[in-house]
């Protein structure tokens, strides 16, 4: 197998047996990428020669007989709404083209720390606005299992590029199932971490309250080994949360006996579901009994309300948020502004595209006077009780299991004229955002025509470690996640 | 539940600071009175006696010793400004 298809921690062995360079990994990656770019479009922008050199740094540190921590040397994709000092940080928008960040996000700096290659940029929907990577400025990105479909969103470019050996992993964002639902229709592991457990400075806001920065990877073991990497309370950031970070490959455990499944009724639904999704997730959650997981079923009766509040917590946050690009200090501005409103308005409209306009529009509506009760005000109500669902469930359950998307990859310009249809594919996903749970999407199976499912597991807050267990156990009793697309 | 028309459209872009062409604002009026009608799906609930959740987890103010430390260097800060002048960022006229 070639080099850019391999784990992580399989890369970093070898290379710490002086069985391969960095550099050879590095340019493996460079290889597949001049091979697919064209076709998948995984990334905004791309930096061979910093990449080649922190590569080949890493190398002589291990010449030298340093000992190297374990994402050294590794190259990683970073979703482009992420700062990266002296790198362009786009934001996959107009309105943020030419943005060269003057700092780096906390969770960069700490890749920075242990020497990873950073590949280049991914792309994203506009500011992490979609579900399919068909908003972004700089193209659609499309889904290696079959490139006529899209990846899932909005972290598509991350996404694909780890399943495509485009990188080894990556970094993505998850707003209401940005990592899950691609990492999903793309069979790879995506981790949405605790809200508070990773530092979102520097990470572009769109919804703070629900935003929060995770591991994509080939596989759980990766996935445990980033968010070591990633985790902890930051000063920079007054809602990370500090408690300890625990060493997540402890939780590796190929056992889970005794571990008890709440299995929530409302996710299998026969209304907007595909059939081969529930089956595959039923066949998963059998195994998962036959390991030794007392699965039971649980009802969490708000979970058909999430999409609606969704819609206003997040809309809400995000046109408060994106009220600061409006050409003054970064990013494009409209020429030929008689006035400074009118510079304003030229340049938003101007760099902004549909979805985030709609988006604004909808939060501002929603924020504006008169209509704060009914709709903001409302939607926090109804949080709360989405919350309380979670809650009651886990009082009796470690971990819950459900679908992480309702279908799989749907054909690319689908739902693009229909914003409510291609929302509602994040409706097993944007629950977990609301009560700022953990969530992993890890693969599970393949549809008739071959693409990907995968199975969601929600845990306690704070409690990434069972959800590592469930998965590594149900990763080392599957063969799936080691399946490559044929690109 | 009020629903939207084309003025009220008109008025949010104004307090959003963005423009749209009169074809834009009917297919935009759209779209939002649709998701609007699907949000109307939350009064279903009743939360007369529900405690609003504006954040997940239990952090009250966060404060930190005040102490001066280094920040972005003035240069570092304008780097990316569309326009600059003496250390400022520039914007057109504001008073005539």
Known sequence: MELCHLAAHDIHHLLVKREVSSVEVTESVFRQIDKVEDTINSYIMLDRVKALNKASEVDKKISAGEKIPHLAGIPMAIKDNMCTNGLLTTCGSNILNNYIPPYDATVVKKLREQDVVIIGKANMDEFAMGSSTETSYFGITRNPWDTNTVPGGSSGGSVTATTAGEAICALGSDTGGSIRQPASLCSVVGLKPTYGRVSRYGLVAFASSLDQIGPITKDVTDSALLLNAISGRDEMDSTSVDLPVPDYTKSLINDIKGIKIGIPEEYFVDDGMDPEVNQKVRDAIDLLSKLGAECEDVSLPTTEYGIADYQIISRAEASSNLARFDGTRYGYRAENAESLMNMYKKTRSEGFGPEVKLRIMLGTYALSTGYYDAYYLKAQKVRTLIKNDFDKAFEKFDVLVTPTSPTTAFKIGEKTDDPLTMYLSDIFTVNCNMAGIPGISIPCGFSSSGLPIGLQILGKPFDEETIFRVSYTFEQNTDYHSKRPNI | ?96
């Open chain 2, 1 to 96: 539940m009020p629903k939207l028309n084309i003025n009220e459209v008109e008025h949010v872009a104004n307090l959003a600071r963005l423009e749209f062409s009169e074809q834009d604002k009917i297919k935009l009026t759209e779209h939002l009175v649709e998701i609007l009608d699907y949000i109307d799906k939350l009064n279903e609930l009743n939360t007369d006696d529900v405690q609003p959740t504006s954040h997940v987890i239990p952090v009250k103010n966060v404060v930190r010793p005040d102490k001066v430390k280094p920040s972005l260097k003035k240069e570092a800060a304008l780097s990316n400004a569309p326009s600059n002048v003496d250390n400022l960022f520039e914007v057109p006229k504001i008073i005539e």
